[in-house]
């Protein structure tokens, strides 16, 4: 796959940020996959699917312009998960990600896009670091929330 360094660079790390989140969820029942640590917080499975949700509007519906019919609310309200099926969701995010990198110039980078769900324009190059920014907090999100599940399997 041939792209500038900057946007290959850009993908070796979201690359290695979906990894440490399909580690991170590897082998886990559907029980943790929906169990929350406490109330108001995310359950793995809720932050998987945020967490893809939001990566493919910010790389589709805002970079590339591919509206994906997002419903961010359902990302939260979402119970029904296998570990396999949160991966297969991560790797499509990914694939899809991929080609919307393969198919960036650097002058894209300046190029203003609207969010009508947030009411203002940002720039391409803005819309790509959030998408990675965003991804890398959820992933540690889903790592604590994983140690604070089998710490509370262990003492039972």
Known sequence: MDMPPLFADYLERLQALHHSIATTIEGLPPEALRWQPGQDMNS???????????ERFWMGDMV???PSGRVRADEFTADQFTAAGLQQLLQDTLAHSTQVLVNLT???LEREVFSGQH???FRVAW???HALEHTAQH???I???RQLWEQ???TK
């Open 119 to 121: 009411g203002r324009s």
């Open 64 to 66: 590339q312009q591919d």
């Open 143 to 145: 790592d604590i929330t």
């Open 152 to 154: 509370q399997t262990a």
């Open 44 to 54: 793995i499975g809720v932050l998987v699917t945020h967490t893809a949700g939001a």
């Open 139 to 141: 992933m540690g999100h």
């Open 127 to 129: 819309s790509l670091m």
């Open 106 to 108: 650097h002058d894209d």
